[in-house]
Structure formats: C-alpha cells, structure tokens
C-alpha cells in the first residue's frame, strides 16, 4: 500500500507540472563527434618522488622512485619500499638534505655518490619493475634488483647499496 501512495504521489507532482506533459523539440544536428584522444603515455603519468640523503662523511645518495598514478594498490606498495629504503639508509647514518645535490657524476669528488632508483622498469628484467644501484669511484657497473615485488626486494636493495658504498670507499682510498 505504501509503494502505490509513493508511486500516486509522484504521479500528482509530474502532471501538475506543465512541461512535463510538454514534448521538447528534437536537436537540430548533432556536432560530430570528437576523435577519442591517445592515452596518455606511462611516462606522462608517473609521477616521480626523489631525495638527496648525506652520511656523516660527506657521502651522498640519491634515492629515487616514481608512481604510475593509476592503480592506488601499487603506489601504496611503491611508497612502502621507498619508505623502507628511506629507513634502510637512515639507520646508515644517512640523513635527508635539501641543500645537497649531485651535479656531476663524473666529476671525482672526496665522497662517494650513489644513486638507488626505485620503480625502474628498464631493470624489472620482463618481470614488472626493479631497481638501478651504484656508486661512483666503485669501479664496477650498476647492478639491477629486480623484480620489485618481491618480499625481499628491500632488504636486497640495501644489500647492494652496501656492496657499492663500500667498493666506492675503497676506490676513494686509493
């Protein structure tokens, strides 16, 4: 009984209003329509996160990473490994500095200067993304980690990390 007095009540409002009844006139020519745009490329929607971290000695690190934008799952796993590096190289005695940046990497300094980007797609070896590490004066390539998923990718990271830092020390001493 309730949903005939709801259904009479809408019938009342929609004939005492006199449009309603009124049929409107057909639209004249539809504009055509516009050509569907390209997706945006995956490089326009990475949105990339970056700090230049300093030891005690002068050391220098810059930790990348970048977020696609278009999964919330996966940028929150993203933020959580750059957060976990972050700590990682914190407990190493490495400190966030905005003054600091590397503008030359060729350029033999008296510290050493590494890089970790986080995210890379170019080390995901066909598996999803990984990451890039080195360090200048270390005498060896970058070294990629991959793939970024997996459980220890962090800790495998950081492990790397420490094997450039050091050889970079080393080349530094002699």
Not at 39 to 62: E, I, K, Q, S
Not at 124 to 131: L, R
Not at 132 to 147: D, K, L, M
Request: proline share 4%; with cysteine.
């Amino acid at each position: 009984m309730r949903w005939m007095n709801i259904a009479l009540a809408l019938g009342v409002a929609a004939a005492g209003n006199a449009t309603f009844a009124q049929k409107k006139p057909a639209p004249a020519a539809a504009p055509a329509a516009a050509p569907a745009a390209a997706p945006a490329a995956a490089a326009d929607r990475n949105a990339p996160l970056y700090f230049y971290l300093v030891d005690g000695a002068g050391n220098r690190v810059l930790l990348q990473t970048q977020f696609a934008l278009n999964n919330l799952d996966a940028d929150t796993r993203v933020l959580r490994r750059f957060y976990g590096v972050l700590n990682g190289l914190e407990q190493k005695g490495f400190r966030k500095n905005d003054k600091v940046t590397i503008a030359d990497w060729d350029k033999k300094e008296k510290y050493s200067k590494c890089y970790i980007y986080l995210e890379d797609e170019d080390s995901g070896k066909g598996k999803g993304t990984g990451a890039r590490v080195w360090c200048s004066e270390s005498g060896i390539s970058e070294a990629a980690v991959a793939p970024s998923e997996d459980a220890k990718h962090v800790d495998r990271v950081l492990e790397r990390f420490n094997f450039f830092l050091a050889k970079s020390r080393d080349g530094l001493k002699g």
